[in-house]
C-alpha cells in the first residue's frame, strides 16, 4: 500500500539554472499551458533572497501579476532583519507543498539557491547537522573583527573536508560550516532521504558570452526600474549590514545612492559580481544529479520538454492516486463485508 508521506506529496518539477537564465519565466509558461489544459500547476521558489519581504526589484521577484495568475509560494515570508535557515525553508515549502497536493497540483520548484532546491527536492536532512545560535553569534562576530580569510583559514584546520567542498568566499557558507566544525568537527553532508512522489529536474544553460550579456541587461533594468530607491527605502527601516542584504543589488544601489560610485560604476559592479556569481552557481549545479540541461536561447524548446516532463509527472501522479483510492475503496468494502 502507498504510505501517507506519498499521499501528502505532489508531482514536483525542478527548474534549476544559474542567475538570469530565465527559469521564472520557464516557470510561468509551463504552468499557463498546464492551466490551459485544465490543469494545476503552483510555484514554490527557491531563492534565498527572496523569502525577504521589500527586497523585490534587487532579487528580481516575480511581477504581483504573474503571483495573482499562478499561486506563488516560499516568498516574501519575513523581514530582512529576521533570522532565516535552510530548515526554516524547508518546513515552510513542506507546508507549501502539503496543500499543493491536497489541490491535486503540480508543484514547479524554481530558484537558483542549490541547496534549497536540494534539501526539498532530494530530502537533504538539514535537521542532522548541529546547530547553536551562540556559537553561529560569536563565529560571525570573528569573521566581522578579523575578516573573512582568518576564518576560512580556521575552518581549514579544523575541518579540511568541509573547507574544500564549500565556496571560502561566501561568509555565510565560512561562518555555518565553521559553526558544525566546533560542534561536531569535520562532519560530511547527511545522505539525501528522496523525495516521496513523483519528481523530475529540468535546468537551463546558456553559452557564456550569451549569459553575460544577459546579466548586464538585466542589471541595467533593474537601476532603471527603481532599485535605488528601493535600496534607499529599505536602508530606512533597517541595518544595511544584514545578512538579506548580501542579495547582489543593494550595496551597489547604495554606493550611487551616497555618490561613492556612478550610477554606470554602480551597474557595472552589480554586473560584474553576479557574473561570478552565476560562475559559483554553475559549479553547484554540476555536481547536482539527473538534471535534463535546456538550452535557455530555445525558449519554445524549453517550455516543450519542461511541459513533455510535467505531463509524466502529473500521468505519475494520477496513477499513485488512483491505485491509492481504490486501494481505500477495497480496504472499506472488506470491512463492511
Request: glycine share 8%; hydrophobic share 50%; proline share 4%.
Amino acid at each position: 500500500m502507498i504510505s501517507s508521506g506519498e499521499r501528502r506529496l505532489p508531482p514536483l518539477l525542478v527548474i534549476a539554472g544559474a542567475t538570469a537564465t530565465g527559469k521564472t519565466g520557464l516557470s510561468l509558461a509551463i504552468a499557463d499551458r498546464l492551466v490551459s489544459e485544465g490543469r494545476r500547476a503552483e510555484v514554490v521558489s527557491a531563492d534565498s533572497r527572496q523569502v525577504y519581504r521589500g527586497l523585490d526589484i534587487g532579487t528580481a521577484k516575480v511581477a504581483a501579476a504573474d503571483r495573482a495568475r499562478i499561486r506563488h509560494h516560499g516568498l516574501d515570508l519575513v523581514e530582512p532583519d529576521e533570522s532565516f535557515s535552510v530548515a526554516d525553508y524547508v518546513a515552510v515549502a513542506s507546508s507549501a507543498l502539503a496543500g499543493i497536493a491536497e489541490r491535486r497540483a503540480l508543484a514547479i520548484l524554481v530558484g537558483g539557491t542549490g541547496l534549497y532546491l536540494r534539501a526539498l527536492a532530494r530530502g537533504l536532512p538539514t535537521d542532522e547537522l548541529p546547530a547553536d545560535a551562540a556559537v553561529r553569534a560569536s563565529i560571525e562576530a570573528e569573521i566581522a573583527e578579523r575578516g573573512l580569510p582568518a576564518a576560512a583559514a580556521r575552518l581549514a584546520r579544523l575541518a579540511p573536508l568541509a573547507a574544500a567542498r564549500i565556496d571560502l568566499r561566501n561568509p555565510r557558507r565560512v561562518a555555518r560550516a565553521l559553526e558544525v566544525a566546533v560542534l561536531g568537527g569535520d562532519l560530511g553532508l547527511p545522505q539525501p532521504r528522496g523525495y516521496a512522489g513523483p519528481s523530475g529536474w529540468i535546468g537551463l544553460t546558456v553559452a557564456a558570452d550569451v549569459h553575460r550579456r544577459w546579466i548586464a541587461s538585466r542589471a541595467t533594468d533593474q537601476f532603471a526600474d527603481g532599485l535605488i530607491a528601493e535600496a534607499a527605502a529599505l536602508r530606512e527601516r533597517f541595518d544595511p549590514s544584514l545578512r538579506a542584504f548580501s542579495a547582489i543589488g543593494y550595496r551597489e544601489a547604495w554606493a550611487a545612492l551616497d555618490g561613492a560610485l556612478s550610477l554606470e560604476q554602480a551597474i557595472e559592479l552589480d554586473r560584474v559580481r553576479n557574473v561570478a556569481f552565476a560562475a559559483r552557481q554553475r559549479t553547484w549545479f554540476r555536481a547536482e544529479p539527473g538534471v535534463t540541461w535546456l538550452d535557455a536561447e530555445d525558449a519554445a524548446a524549453a517550455v516543450a520538454a519542461g511541459l513533455a516532463v510535467a505531463h509524466g509527472l502529473l500521468d505519475a501522479w494520477d496513477d499513485t492516486v488512483g491505485s491509492a483510492d481504490e486501494q481505500v475503496r477495497q480496504s472499506r468494502g472488506s470491512h463492511q463485508d
